[in-house]
DNA sequence: TTGCTTGCAAAGGGTTTGCATAGGA
DNA sequence: TCCTATGCAAACCCTTTGCAAGCAA
């Protein structure tokens, strides 16, 4: 990244982008800053949103939006992701031979294409363990009714 | 569709999903309150969203998340929509030889996959001819100076 | 010294929710 | 009649913003 591209490099703003590289949990901005606070415990939420944004816009880090609260990706590598519908939980996806998935030729109706986001939905391992517990309770009910 | 899935098939979900199939521009619940109260001045805008949540969570319509206000589509078929990143309106993709883009195979980390969105972002024809009008602008004034 | 950035707190804005009433089955 | 759905308005919650003070360059 190019340390020119904002103003100021202040220490909130290196450690909340050392922070988020350091992990693979596509943290919220209220994860983050709860991280961010045991390196620099008076850093505000809304300093941590500001950069946030910031860096996403710089292409330095991804905010990958949808499905409730925002979440950061420290990879700005163009890669899938998958988000739990239950919990909201965000993990990366390894699509097997992605050079069989350039981006298409389509018809865009006037837009300009600058890029694109393939996202998938679904239910991460710890829910579904969940709702297998609560199918099995069910049906343990249902015959003992 | 349906009409078991829910328990009253009342005027205002049917004239929600109406005006919404009428449509293709993707609208917010706020701009669609607006449409249907040409027919039902009284619906108040928590009704359409309790409408659009169900519909959405039925599979009867398509709810777009991510960059800013959510939009609907009363299309509930699989495709691609492109959002504009300047005003933020929401348009379809013809994806052009779609059967060369099936789901692709892929690692997704214990998760179980229930679906999957593809979607792209840039300018609409609109915001590409204001942002080119205000390049041109600025050229003339810069030479001007 | 300059002016970008921060911390704080309040405001914003889309969406959800509680409750009494209306109305579909 | 029974119970879900509605209208209304307040509450929610994530995110943004205004401002005075702090601090990198």
Request: charge should be positive; glycine fraction near 8%; include cysteine.
């Amino acid at each position: 990244m190019n340390p020119k591209l904002w103003q100021r490099n202040t220490q909130q703003r290196q450690v909340i982008l050392e922070e988020l590289r350091k992990l693979t949990s596509h943290p919220t901005a209220a994860k983050l800053c709860e991280i961010v606070r045991r390196r620099l415990p008076n850093i505000s939420l809304g300093t941590v949103y500001r950069n946030l944004e910031l860096l996403s816009q710089l292409g330095v880090i991804q905010k990958l939006e949808g499905g409730g609260e925002a979440r950061f990706d420290g990879n700005a590598a163009q890669h899938a992701h998958i988000r739990c519908l239950a919990c909201g939980c965000v993990a990366d996806v390894l699509v097997n031979r992605p050079e069989k998935y350039p981006l298409p030729k389509c018809e865009c109706g006037g837009f300009e294409v600058i890029g694109h986001r393939w996202e998938f939905f679904g239910l991460c391992n710890r829910c579904r363990q969940k709702r297998n517990i609560r199918k099995r309770y069910l049906e343990r009910s249902h015959k003992n009714a």
